[in-house]
């Protein structure tokens, strides 16, 4: 029984077409995650979620839009993708009053824009 | 400007040879140092959490130290199976318990 559960895991898309990701948790936990890592493994957060409460903004291309209908679900579209939006997008969640437990990632949904 | 660096990038060890990572942070007010490991086409897999200079954590080979300044991830006789890519993360002061992460040490050890 996955505990953050991404799909899709693959996503091979034109530029110009719009995409989503969703990601399901089954932890209890109270806070989401999106984090993006690039060609060089760097993992770089963008979004986050406290009770369907958007915490966290970074500068993110307003192409990306985060939503939240429950405490359980984050689900990430992105509009009029782009060549550099070609990465691998984790999902991850945690407890707010326990964070000494890190994060708990899903698996990752590589995207690939042509 | 918070900041992680990870050194080195890439180690390569021969099966039972022991080595250590480092993780060099700088932070204004540390809230928590984490440490991950990911294999390859996985998701980060939560690993320690260290909050003070001196504290230690240990699980099986891995063995987790902080100080002010860094922190290391030593790994005693390694086994393949310890082949990965091992991330270090600061917890930043704000409000909304960010973390940054470094752009880890790829290691791989040969049997």
């Known amino acids: 029984d996955t505990a953050v559960s991404q799909t899709p895991k693959y996503l091979v898309t034109q530029m110009g077409n719009d995409k989503s990701i969703k990601c399901e948790q089954n932890?209890?936990?109270?806070?989401m995650y999106w984090y993006k890592q690039d060609s060089k493994k760097f993992l770089k957060i963008m979004f986050s979620?406290?009770?369907?409460?958007?915490?966290i903004n970074e500068t993110v291309p307003n192409r990306f839009s985060p939503k939240s209908p429950d405490k359980a679900h984050l689900n990430l579209h992105i509009n009029s993708l782009e060549l550099g939006d070609s990465a691998v997008y984790f999902c991850?969640?945690?407890?707010?009053?326990?964070?000494?437990?890190?994060?708990?990632f899903g698996s990752g949904t590589r995207l690939t824009v042509v | 400007e918070d900041q992680v660096t990870q050194s080195p990038e890439a180690l390569r060890l021969q099966e039972g040879e022991s080595s250590s990572l480092n993780c060099s942070y700088t932070?204004?007010?540390?809230?928590?140092l984490f440490w991950y490991r990911q294999d390859p086409g996985k998701g980060p897999e939560f690993l320690f959490t260290?909050?003070?200079a001196g504290e230690e954590k240990e699980k099986e080979r891995l063995k987790a130290t902080l100080t002010k300044k860094e922190s290391f991830l030593h790994i005693t006789a390694p086994k393949p199976e310890d082949s990965a890519t091992y991330l270090c993360?600061?917890?930043?002061?704000?409000?909304?318990?960010?973390?940054?992460f470094g752009t880890g040490t790829r290691l791989k050890v040969l049997a």
């Open positions: 991850a969640s945690s407890r707010s009053r326990d964070r000494g437990n890190g994060y708990t």
């Open positions: 932890l209890g936990h109270d806070t």
């Open positions: 979620y406290n009770n369907k409460e958007l915490i």
């Open positions: 932070v204004s007010g540390l809230r928590g």
């Open positions: 260290l909050y003070s």
């Open positions: 993360a600061v917890q930043t002061p704000s409000g909304t318990y960010k973390y940054i």
